[in-house]
């Protein structure tokens, strides 16, 4: 949503602004410092034209903003599965582990007994 309540997450798809964010923002402050350095004498933009650039860094932000908090809730998704599968790794392990503890035990145990068959 941009600051006006509209949705913007296809409005890029549906004919918007084929600029991204930062490019934008560019074009607006130079836009900007070249006014300031005029000292407002001689506008080179009329402020519907600076109003028109503003509304779309505006509306490029929302749409960034869109995207980042998409990726911030991809990527907490991706970590939870993540930590998941590392606990899920990690009780395996364990349990691999106190196998194998029986298993060489049990391995010890049929090695005495063969010494004692060969003696």
Known sequence: MDHTGNDLSTQKAE???????????????????????????????????RGKNLSVVLRLLSLETARADAAEARLA??????????????????????????????LEMYKFQLDLAHK
């Open 15 to 49: 004919g918007g602004p084929n600029l991204n964010f930062h490019s934008a923002y560019a074009h607006v402050s130079s836009q900007l410092r070249d006014d300031a350095e005029r000292g407002g004498k001689q506008p080179s933009r009329s402020r519907r034209d």
């Open 77 to 106: 998704r991706d970590n939870e599965a993540i930590v998941m599968r590392v606990q899920n790794i990690r009780e395996v392990y364990a349990r691999t582990q106190a196998e194998l503890v029986g298993v060489k035990a049990e």
